[in-house]
């Protein structure tokens, strides 16, 4: 409880009624967003691409010979891939806002008279925020309380210094200028580093502080960095070779043939076919489809690029308390200094006056209106004894948490009295123990008792009372002369997920190390329930006597850390990045943001971690579980599995598409395929690389797989390899049907006909083979994927259509086909679908051979 009359708990606030109201009238509390891509936006970017450029061109020269039909279908197939890349896009971008939701500041308002966490975008006008150290502003407040309270400004004042903040005692007044200490205004985008406070909103949104300068808080990156890097070099160097080799037909077309608008139409073909345009579009889908399906299992990716980072991680550093534990704290022991103990719903070995003692002290050295799940304990079991705390009068002092005295001190002015004070304090035994300046063997005896409390694995917190009087109040609680009243223990049961989620982690070759604040023993006790190594824990104090390259060392064997401050983390991540691994990290505290930026993967508790750990880093868990981070790692490793499918994919059709654009002008023989022929196959790759391998289910293996290479492409040369040879296999079948059907003396109408179908069905069977990197005809027919069995019917229907529709049918020029003819093009599909999933099995079982070898 903050100091004056007007706490918390008197303070009602906003009704739901009004606070929707104001809601409607002045807007959600955002800025706003100049980077959104409307659909007229995303129309404007898809008309620049390639790919539509050719379809265009190829439509205008169909004009130019008189072929109308010929010119409208593709400029329909020119509208229909914008269609579809539109709804795509948007589609993703649907995505990305509702993370961009997810990834506004929270806010913990007061309304009806109640605390209730909200959405930052949801405070209005006159809603009163409770702030507390690590919080982020959401909005310009007047200050009706503030205790200790200090902002860092420096994102509006670009002073890093923080700042004092006043409470307004005045009433309302203007809205004052960001800089200056004892301002009684906190400013949206600040950050509470110290203290606690409430104040009323007085302007959001644009109207705010932050929102007449323009600045933005932070946003979502729609794609990795270096993997945008790798597509569109990867792109940029096949449309110089495509558009060289398309020059190149043109030319010979032209000089052999003495046709130049079915010359350009051919160079047109050729360059379509081998332009592969799908890189950037799959990977814009994958990286916001995949943090879409990860925010499905409460985890918010806050930066893409964390979804391909999530399969290399080597070492997943984690707290204790909530995040392995259940965060539902509950005294289960106390003792006194006597030596004298009591379980909790057992019989007591001593009078229970003193164990009452321990519990009301703790009561006074917790918030009045608590949140924190050890001072609940304290208020739960006060509760439970029918014991109010002693009468006293409002909180005078308050001296918080420091790195340099673990321990929490509040001083209450005495009921009946002017200038006497009640002083309760509790923290780590050993602070306590500084407070009530005790001797070698009163210190000896209490280690001993602590000892015997955490090797049952009780949190222990000490407990100490004092008193005061006079006018004036001392400005450390080490001034205070105090007196040791006993400990409590407190156990945090282990989350029931942890073990088998640990397990995993061993399984899937990715060490767990256990970062807490909690007593060494306590830490070796969870980790051992865990099933984490815990044969030795380090402790902060000894992490300090270490320099970096003795810590490096250390961390090799080490997975146990014990009586950690949030800034020590960041030296253990420096120490294990300095050993080589892929480090994610998680935090929920201001000091914690450090470590949370330096690590691979930064992984902030969304629960009960500050606004500033979320926005130093990439992934925040909505739950605080510990198993939602293996998800999380199991989700990354499959979304990247996907991408590199669906890359695969791509490079194995492009290769039969191109071959069969060149074959004909290479050996003089009639055309099989023109833009309208190709824009046909765009229609199916697109959807099938960007929708079906996207929903593929993961792996048998993937979590028994070493984590991957950080260093390791995307488009490695075996991936490149083994796309180039199913294309290949696939292109060299069809290639011999449509030279020996024309040997035959099929019209040639019919030989296009066959030949693509043929074509179309050996890319069907190219999807089947790519669905899976192991070998299994069983799996790759069978395995379930709900988007494969949409499209494999809506390929068959167009196919159909073709065929049977004798406009379709003169519009592709393509001839009749028989029964017999449909059934060799399924033999044909499913020979290439055999062949390739035989060589896979034969790659599979030499590269067994050679790792029993080694």
């Known amino acids: 409880m903050l100091a004056g009359s007007n706490s918390p708990s008197r303070l009602r606030g906003l009704t739901g009624a009004e606070a929707a109201a104001r809601l409607a009238a002045e807007g959600y509390n955002e800025l706003p967003q100049a980077d959104r891509r409307t659909p007229f936006r995303i129309i404007l970017e898809v008309l620049r691409e390639p790919m539509l450029s050719l379809l265009i061109a190829a439509g205008l020269i169909y004009l130019a010979l008189g072929d109308v039909k010929e010119a409208l279908v593709l400029l329909a197939f020119a509208c229909l891939s914008v269609a579809i890349t539109v709804f795509q896009e948007a ?15 929270r806010a913990l308002v007061i309304r009806d008279g109640e605390r209730r966490r909200i959405a930052g975008r949801e405070v209005v006008c006159g809603d009163l925020i409770v702030f507390a150290e690590g919080d982020r502003v ?87 960095p270096h993997l945008q890097r790798q597509t569109r070099k990867l792109v940029g160097i096949f449309a110089l070779f495509g558009g060289a080799v398309s020059l190149l037909v043109v030319g010979l077309y032209a000089t052999l043939r003495g046709d130049w608008l079915d010359a350009l139409l051919a160079g047109i073909a050729v360059g379509m076919s081998m332009l592969p345009q799908e890189f950037p579009v799959v990977l814009a889908v994958f990286m916001a489809m995949g943090a879409w399906r990860i925010s499905q299992v409460r985890v918010l990716t806050r930066r893409a690029s964390a979804i391909e980072a999530l399969g290399s991680a080597t070492v997943l550093c984690t ?27 057992g019989a007591a070995d001593a009078s229970s006056s003193g164990f009452d003692d321990v519990v009301a002290f703790g009561v006074l050295a917790s918030a009045a209106e608590p949140f ?79 000892d015997e409390m955490a090797e049952a694995g009780l949190r222990v917190l000490g407990v100490a009372r004092a008193s005061a009087a006079g006018p004036g109040l001392p400005d450390s609680p080490r001034d205070y002369m105090f007196e040791f009243i006993g400990l409590a223990g407190l156990s945090d049961p282990l989350r029931k997920s942890v073990p088998a989620a640990v397990a995993l982690c061993r399984t899937a070759g990715v060490r767990v190390v256990m970062i807490t604040g909690d007593y060494p023993a306590t830490a070796r006790a969870i980790a051992q329930q865990a099933g984490i190594d815990s044969d030795e824990a380090t402790t902060g104090a000894e992490l300090e006597k270490l320099d970096d390259a003795a810590l490096a060392v250390r961390m090799r064997t080490c997975s146990v850390f014990a009586r950690v ?15 080589g691994e892929v480090v994610a990290m998680t935090g929920d505290g201001v000091n914690d943001a450090p470590s949370l930026k330096a690590a691979d993967i930064g992984v902030a508790m969304g629960g009960r971690g500050t606004d500033v750990a979320r926005e130093a880093s990439s992934i925040v868990l909505l739950d605080d579980d510990f198993g939602s981070i293996v998800t999380t790692i199991r989700l990354g490793r499959r979304i990247y599995d996907n991408l590199r499918k669906a890359m695969s994919f791509i490079f194995a059709v492009h290769v039969p598409i191109a071959g069969l654009a060149l074959l004909p002008l290479a050996l003089g023989m009639p055309i099989v395929l023109g833009p309208m022929h190709i824009a046909f196959l765009e229609m199916i790759i697109d959807p099938v690389c960007s929708l079906v391998f996207e929903a593929e289910v ?71 083979v790519n669905r899976s990197t192991s070998p299994s005809l069983a799996k790759a027919l069978l395995r379930s994927n709900q988007a494969l069995a949409v499209a494999l019917p809506a390929v068959a229907a167009m196919l159909a259509i073709t065929l049977l529709w004798p406009m379709a049918s003169d519009l592709f020029r393509f001839g009749p086909l028989h029964a017999d003819d449909i059934l060799f093009t399924l033999g044909v599909g499913f020979a290439v679908l055999v062949v390739l999933e035989l060589l896979k099995y034969l790659g599979a079982r030499r590269g067994r051979i050679q790792e029993a070898r080694q």
């Open 91 to 105: 589609r993703t971008e649907r995505v990305l806002e509702a993370l961009r939701d997810l990834t506004s500041p």
């Open 138 to 224: 959401p909005a310009d407040a007047r200050l009706i309380e503030a205790h200790d309270l200090q902002a860092d400004e420096s994102l509006l004042t670009g002073e890093a210094a923080p700042v004092r903040k006043t409470a307004d005692v005045g009433g309302p007044q203007a809205l004052l200028r960001p800089g200056g200490d004892d301002l009684p205004i906190a400013f949206s985008g600040t950050l509470i580093v110290r203290g606690a406070g409430v104040g009323e909103v007085v302007a959001t949104g644009a109207a705010s502080e932050i929102g007449k300068i323009g600045k933005s808080l932070s946003e979502l990156e729609t794609a990795a």
């Open 319 to 345: 707290d204790k308390t909530g995040t392995l534990t259940e965060n539902r704290m509950t005294i289960t022991e106390l003792r006194l200094p006597t030596g004298a103990r009591r379980r909790i719903g």
């Open 372 to 450: 924190d799940p050890m001072e609940k304990a304290f208020h739960a079991l006060a509760r439970e004894n029918g014991r109010a705390p002693a009468q006293h009068g409002p909180l005078a002092k308050l001296f918080p948490l420091r790195a340099d005295l673990l321990a929490v001190t509040h001083v209450w002015r005495a009921s009946g009295a002017e200038e006497a004070y009640v002083v309760a304090a509790k923290g780590a035994p050993e602070a306590i123990a500084e407070l009530c300046r005790l001797g070698p063997k009163e210190r000896a005896a209490l280690a001993t008792a602590v």
């Open 565 to 579: 401050m949030p800034d020590q983390k960041l030296r253990i991540v420096k120490a294990l990045k300095a050993n």
């Open 698 to 768: 993961e792996e048998d293996d993937l979590m028994r797989r070493r984590p991957r290479d950080p260093g390791e492409p995307l488009f490695s040369s075996a991936m490149i390899l083994w796309a180039v040879l199913q294309g290949a296999f696939a292109f060299g079948l069809v290639a011999m049907i449509y030279v020996v059907a024309l040997g035959r003396g099929m019209p040639e109408d019919e030989v296009r006909a066959l030949t693509f179908f043929s074509l179309v069905i050996s890319i069907v069977a190219l999807i089947f």
